[in-house]
């Protein structure tokens, strides 16, 4: 039997905890280079920050987001160094998880990937400052019908997930007055523990920084084909991953189209990468025909040696 097609995922802020790599950091030398080269780079130790926390400065935006990149790139460096994954045919990351993506492929080394997210969180946390915002995930209305309410409310769809699960963001106020009526046509709505309007417009300022330091940095042409969050399509090229990580900060997150792209083009097994559980829950809700499976600690990664990917 041929041996299926696999895509790696990678999860974004939000999905950190304390204690997250902890394990993999001290059972893996590759792994452990990562948090070194980390702490190094950023020059404190963003490692004691995920293995203890605490929870409330690991949930900040400028924290979380290297300290998510981190992580999730020391399993990665754990399993490809114990080879019990196959190569992927794409990679793809949600949001921030995007950057992890960047490293995955071959585009930017590492610690230039968790350098950049670094900067992308403060960039966002300043931005947030300047225009405070909301998001909130919204479930069971349909998309017409959310599409209509946000653009009366002022407030924007910044994730398409799933069926039946988006993802609203805007101004405070804007977004408060977006849940009375959402909430008041039937629709569940769950705020996020966010301070900033992500993907949306508000994040401008945040872009026009970013812009000034990619436009400086080398980035490679990738080896593996990354699902661009924009358009739920392919990009390889280091010029198309440059504007691609501009454009995602002010426009809407296609994870949904992200997965049924690679699932139309023949991917059977997504492997994600990371702590928790969030992408895989997404992907059985978009389609139940393919395997989730998930690397968020060291045992998983022992588990995958007597797997089968036949």
Known sequence: MDKPKLAFIFPGQGAQAPGMGQDVFDEYDSAKAIFKAADERLGFPISELCFEGPEEKLKETAIAQPAMVATCLAYLAAARDM???????????????????????????????????ALRGRLMHLASQQAPGAMA????IDEATLNELTREAGVFIAN?????????????????????????????VVPLAVSGAFHTPLMAPAAEGLARVVERLTFKDAAIPIIANTTGEPITAAADIKAELLKQLTTSVYWQKSVEYMISAGVTTFVEIGPGKVLSGLIRRICRDVKTVNISDAQAIKNLQATSWS
């Open 83 to 117: 080879e019990v994954l196959p190569q992927p045919a794409f990679v793809a990351g949600h949001s921030l998880g995007e950057y992890t993506a960047l490293a995955a492929a071959g585009v930017l080394e590492p610690a230039d990937a968790i350098q950049l997210a």
């Open 160 to 188: 398409y997930n799933c069926p039946g699960q988006v993802v609203i963001s805007g101004e405070r106020d804007k977004m408060t007055r977006a849940v009375e009526t959402l909430v008041g046509r039937g629709a569940k």
């Open 137 to 140: 995930a919204v479930l069971g």
